[in-house]
């Protein structure tokens, strides 16, 4: 009876120790995405699936407060890449704004989308342009997202004042359900209404504020980061068309992450669409690797550039590999 249990332990071991080697084989990617309740999370589960296909490659999406929290995260080695907006990545790369006493230098892999940023209010508020946000109760987008930090700074350059509410989206979107906020700012999803908005839709009717001409050329002169964009009629059902600012949506990394790691994941990425159309149907006519050369704002990754020129892509100077 000894024997045997000295044996069955041995054996046990044996299992375990080649189950630990296997695990150790694999590189373990951890990937920053936003909140569970965006839209913008099923796409980096997507991305995740297309990197697990990869051998010796293993990748897990963290739920996180989105472009700011990344960067945090980036700058600390807590994730190898995640979501980041083009402008806010330009501006920790820079060390600019909220970023000046520490920047944060984050590649770029790829851009995949534009994101219109919309203005969704409570239509029994009464309000009807962005100046009567002024004083409020408002949320200007999820604590630590992109979304907050420009529209924020789009109303400092408007010179509007609302009395802001801050929190998660699930919290905003049960105090504009519940009236204790008028409305809150989020990305869309190409020209359509979030999904999160079209929650808060099926409880209280909603509609979504535009920019005047003159605010919109305001935005262009002090805002040269991000963009006005036009949304035509139809991003949700009796919303008419109207004009907002707009970034891009951008997959940032650490600059530590491995060369080759890099590539394969991008090559992966841009030869593998049906798994990112099926979790984002407006990608489905975005040349992501000509949205790329386009809306980036800061270098590529060097493994990223690899598989570009791989392609015959040419790179613009300012996305060129630094060191």
Same mark, same amino acid.
């Given at each position: 009876?000894?024997?045997?249990?000295?044996?069955?332990?041995?054996?046990?071991?044996?299992?375990?120790?080649?189950?630990?080697?296997?695990?150790?084989?694999?590189?373990?990617?951890?990937?920053?995405?936003?909140?569970?309740?965006s839209?913008?999370?099923?796409?980096?589960?997507?991305?995740?699936?297309?990197?697990?296909?990869?051998?010796?490659?293993?990748?897990?999406?963290?739920?996180?407060?989105?472009?700011?929290d990344?960067?945090?995260?980036?700058?600390?080695?807590?994730?190898?890449?995640?979501?980041?907006?083009?402008?806010?990545?330009?501006?920790?790369?820079?060390?600019?704004?909220?970023?000046?006493?520490?920047?944060?230098?984050?590649?770029?892999?790829?851009?995949?989308?534009?994101?219109?940023?919309?203005?969704?209010?409570?239509?029994?508020?009464?309000?009807?342009?962005?100046?009567?946000?002024?004083?409020?109760?408002?949320? @200007? #987008?999820?604590?630590?997202?992109?979304?907050?930090?420009?529209?924020? %700074? =789009? !109303? +400092?350059?408007?010179?509007?004042?609302p /009395?802001?509410?801050?929190?998660?989206?699930?919290?905003?979107?049960a105090?504009?359900?519940?009236?204790?906020?008028?409305?809150?700012?989020?990305?869309?999803?190409?020209?359509?209404?979030?999904?999160?908005?079209?929650?808060?839709a099926?409880?209280?009717?909603?509609?979504?504020l535009?920019?005047?001409?003159?605010?919109?050329?305001?935005?262009?002169?002090?805002?040269?980061?991000?963009?006005?964009?036009?949304?035509?009629?139809?991003?949700?059902?009796?919303?008419?068309?109207?004009?907002?600012?707009?970034?891009?949506?951008?997959?940032?990394?650490? @600059? #530590?992450?491995?060369e080759?790691?890099?590539?394969?994941?991008?090559? %992966? =990425? !841009? +030869?593998?669409?049906?798994?990112?159309? /099926?979790?984002?149907?407006?990608?489905?006519?975005?040349?992501?690797?000509?949205?790329?050369?386009?809306?980036?704002?800061?270098?590529?990754?060097?493994?990223?550039?690899?598989?570009?020129?791989?392609?015959?892509?040419?790179?613009?100077?300012?996305l060129?590999?630094?060191?």
């Open positions: 009876m000894q024997i045997l249990k000295k044996r069955l332990a041995t054996t046990a071991l044996g299992i375990g120790l080649a189950f630990s080697g296997l695990a150790a084989a694999d590189q373990q990617i951890l990937i920053g995405a936003t909140s569970t309740s839209s913008q999370y099923g796409y980096y589960v997507a991305v995740s699936q297309i990197i697990n296909k990869l051998p010796d490659l293993r990748s897990s999406v963290v739920e996180t407060g989105a472009t700011v990344n960067l945090r995260r980036i700058l600390r080695d807590q994730i190898d890449f995640g979501l980041v907006t083009t402008n806010v990545g330009y501006h920790a790369y820079k060390g600019e704004g909220e970023f000046t006493k520490r920047k944060v230098d984050n590649r770029l892999l790829w851009v995949y989308s534009m994101a219109p940023q919309n203005v969704v209010v409570r239509k029994d508020a009464g309000v009807s342009s962005l100046a009567e946000l002024d004083g409020k109760r408002f949320n @200007p #987008g999820i604590t630590g997202s992109a979304t907050e930090a420009t529209t924020v %700074a =789009v !109303m +400092e350059a408007l010179g509007i004042e /009395n802001y509410s801050r929190g998660s989206t699930t919290d905003v979107v105090a504009v359900k519940d009236n204790r906020a008028i409305g809150y700012v989020k990305s869309g999803v190409g020209n359509k209404l979030d999904g999160s908005s079209m929650d808060i099926t409880f209280t009717p909603i509609g979504v535009s920019l005047t001409d003159e605010q919109a050329s305001t935005i262009r002169e002090k805002m040269p980061d991000i963009s006005v964009t036009q949304v035509p009629a139809g991003a949700a059902e009796g919303v008419p068309a109207y004009q907002t600012w707009a970034f891009g949506l951008a997959v940032h990394a650490r @600059p #530590g992450l491995d080759e790691t890099a590539y394969q994941i991008v090559k %992966a =990425v !841009m +030869e593998n669409p049906e798994p990112q159309i /099926n979790a984002l149907s407006n990608l489905k006519d975005v040349d992501i690797a000509e949205l790329t050369m386009e809306a980036g704002t800061v270098p590529l990754h060097p493994g990223a550039a690899r598989y570009f020129e791989e392609k015959g892509i040419q790179i613009p100077d300012r060129k590999p630094q060191s």
